[in-house]
């Protein structure tokens, strides 16, 4: 291993335990959102709290959630124990963000009033806080927003926080990166804007997915290739302006989420047949390897969770499949660059 990474180890352990968390944070929020658990806590506060301890402390969650509009307008035939099984799922889901703010803040400041921190690496650690900080804020807002009078989160809301999520996943993983491997060699350029184009979509295409999750839009039309009996239902079209249909119809969602997936296979076809024919090195050649192997896992498991229905489990490996499709890009994508 080159000389940067023994100095700079401790770091790039920091960086990529909180790539983990985050990782795993996302993951618990998929099932909490799958599990329409995530309007069970009717509180929230900066250092959080224990979770229920005993029967008493269970019923007195209980009373607070029976005075949320999801409670009243939804679950009104909630007993205790069925309120306990989504309870939980926000619970972890918050305690991880919060085990986020330590992980990130602690070892931080040690490592800054150590002089650790490479020079000019402490604006980019700042950059990692400040994401961190957002994404909170925007989590609350997003609960909050579903206590008052209707038991709903906006869709757009919901996207918003799974893409700073990403966006700050990202961040993180590309530093540990340029601490672990400093020097670059030029490559491609043509190839490298082909990768660049296929993490583009990939973003876009990870919106929709949130969007997809946010209007129950995977439970409709449960067939493949053709939704029902057509590509695009005439249903689709209800919707005026015309553009909203494909960002606010469910029926327009998932014909949209459908198509991106087929371009990413394309996409990723092409960086992959593109990759056979010019000079890169054994490390770049396994990453594009292993790309195009998770796009097909992906892209199978997004047919299963859409022919069964949208199941906890393949739901969730689903979501794991789209953020090891982001990160693998944004690895080939940093190894490329000059």
Not at 121 to 141: D, E, S
Not at 194 to 216: D, E
Not at 225 to 253: C, H, R, S, Y
Not at 283 to 300: G, P, T
Request: aromatic share 16%; net charge positive; glycine share 6%.
């Amino acid at each position: 291993m080159n000389s940067s990474y023994q100095t700079n180890k401790p770091i790039i352990l920091w960086l990529f335990t909180g790539c983990l968390l985050i990782y795993l944070m996302v993951i618990v929020g998929g099932i909490t959102r799958l599990t329409h658990s995530g309007l069970s806590m009717v509180e929230w506060s900066p250092t959080g709290s224990l979770p229920p301890l005993n029967e008493a402390d269970w019923n007195v969650e209980f009373d607070k959630y029976k005075q949320s509009p999801e409670y009243k307008l939804i679950n009104a035939h909630f007993t205790l124990d069925d309120f306990k099984s989504i309870y939980l799922w926000e619970f972890y889901h918050r305690f991880i963000g919060r085990l986020i703010g330590i992980v990130f803040i602690v070892p931080f400041l040690w490592f800054l009033f150590r002089k650790k921190f490479p020079e000019g690496f402490v604006k980019k650690t700042v950059v990692l806080l400040l994401l961190g900080a957002l994404q909170g804020l925007i989590g609350w807002y997003m609960v909050k927003s579903g206590l008052v009078k209707n038991p709903h989160v906006s869709h757009y809301r919901l996207a918003t926080h799974l893409i700073t999520a990403f966006i700050t996943f990202g961040f993180t993983f590309w530093y540990a990166l340029d601490l672990m491997y400093p020097a670059h060699t030029p490559s491609n350029r043509s190839f490298t804007n082909w990768v660049r184009i296929l993490l583009l979509v990939v973003v876009i295409q990870i919106i929709y997915g949130a969007f997809v999750a946010g209007l129950k839009a995977g439970y409709i039309y449960p067939t493949f290739p053709k939704m029902g009996e057509d590509w695009l239902p005439q249903n689709a079209w209800l919707m005026e302006p015309l553009w909203k249909n494909f960002t606010e119809g469910p029926i327009g969602v998932q014909f949209v989420h459908r198509c991106l997936a087929y371009l990413v296979v394309i996409l990723t076809a092409i960086v992959f047949l593109r990759a056979r024919k010019i000079n890169l090195n054994s490390l770049q050649l396994r990453i594009v390897n292993f790309l195009a192997f998770i796009v097909l896992a992906q892209f199978l498991l997004g047919l299963l969770t859409l022919l069964m229905g949208v199941p906890v489990v393949i739901a969730s490996l689903h979501q794991t499949g789209a953020f090891f499709l982001f990160s693998f890009t944004l690895l080939l994508l940093h190894r490329l660059k000059a």
